[in-house]
């Protein structure tokens, strides 16, 4: 019924006299339900504009933000109706819907479909000179496939991303840098880990990126505790921990690694509150609550919440 409506709204459009919006530009990955109603208030523009491509990228935007939300069945049934329109659609939409069905059951925990589309995705990105796509790609690769293949396909992304000649594409390089600091970090490998984390941070301060800077702070003051730099990695964290309440945030994550420095240098009582602080924010990510609920017990026991 859904892709019934669509198609007809579609092509029964009248012109499409309209400026389209650049609706790339109106992702917040950290609200993906605002970043959705977003989407949604264009998708009548995208649906009267006459440009299939448009339109199939947009639902795949939307798919993606469902996604997000563990919204699965809906994602999936969304794309299916992008699928309808792929064989009047260009190549970028095809790259697109892809990459957004493989991450949709990468999110499902569904890895071995998952790694198929972005193999595809991948191969067809990098035959079509779509290099943003593929690096997107194969970035996805490095989550989704199998732990020894993590950091090669980080490589081949940042090695592709530096020779591009498309500023999007060289735009995943602090992203990448940063992946690839957590594939050392897995490892153990922390100075290796470090040291990929302060090439992001460099990145992401010559890009501007007020919130990526403070990320990729948090991971270079985590990273400094797990090599035994404790009180360096705890003044770090409360300098974070002053910054995010400057932009009217606190953020969950600075709290944990507050307390675990505290932990580490024996002042139990001030971790103590700071667990609480960190159990009180992240039990609210629904990521965390499926993936690791070990490490949110932790919390809630350390910071003697009832």
Avoid at 200 to 224: D, G, H, N, S, Y
């Amino acid at each position: 019924m859904l892709i019934t409506i669509i198609m007809v709204l579609f092509l029964t459009a009248m012109g499409s006299a309209e400026s389209k919006p650049d609706f790339d530009s109106l992702w917040n990955y950290d609200k993906p339900a605002e970043t959705e109603a977003k989407f949604r208030e264009i998708l009548p523009l995208a649906q009267k504009s006459g440009d299939i491509d448009y339109l199939a990228e947009i639902m795949t935007q939307i798919a993606r933000t469902l996604g997000l939300q563990q919204k699965f069945d809906q994602a999936h049934t969304l794309l299916d109706s992008v699928e309808v329109l792929l064989k009047d659609a260009g190549q970028p939409p095809r790259v697109r819907y892809l990459l957004e069905r493989g991450r949709v059951y990468n999110s499902s925990g569904k890895k071995q479909e998952a790694v198929s589309l972005f193999k595809e995705a991948w191969e067809s990105a990098s035959k079509a000179g779509l290099d943003f796509f593929a690096v997107d790609a194969a970035h996805m690769l490095a989550i989704a496939a199998p732990p020894e293949e993590h950091l090669p396909w980080n490589l081949k992304a940042v090695a592709l991303a530096q020779k591009s000649n498309d500023p999007k594409a060289k735009k995943w390089l602090g992203s990448l840098y940063n992946n690839i600091g957590w594939n050392y970090y897995s490892q153990k490998q922390y100075k290796s880990a470090l040291e990929m984390f302060e090439k992001a941070l460099a990145f992401r301060e010559e890009q501007k990126q007020p919130q990526q800077i403070l990320i990729a702070r948090w991971c270079v003051a985590k990273t400094l505790r797990m090599l035994a730099k404790v009180d360096s990695a705890l003044t770090r964290q409360l300098e974070l921990e002053k910054e995010w309440k400057k932009v009217g945030e606190q953020d969950g994550y600075v709290y944990e690694e507050i307390a675990e420095c505290l932990l580490s240098l024996n002042r139990d009582k001030e971790a103590t509150k700071y667990f609480a602080l960190a159990y009180e924010y992240l039990s609210k990510d629904a990521w965390l609550v499926r993936d690791e609920p070990e490490r949110l017990q932790r919390m809630k026991e350390l910071g003697k919440v009832k």
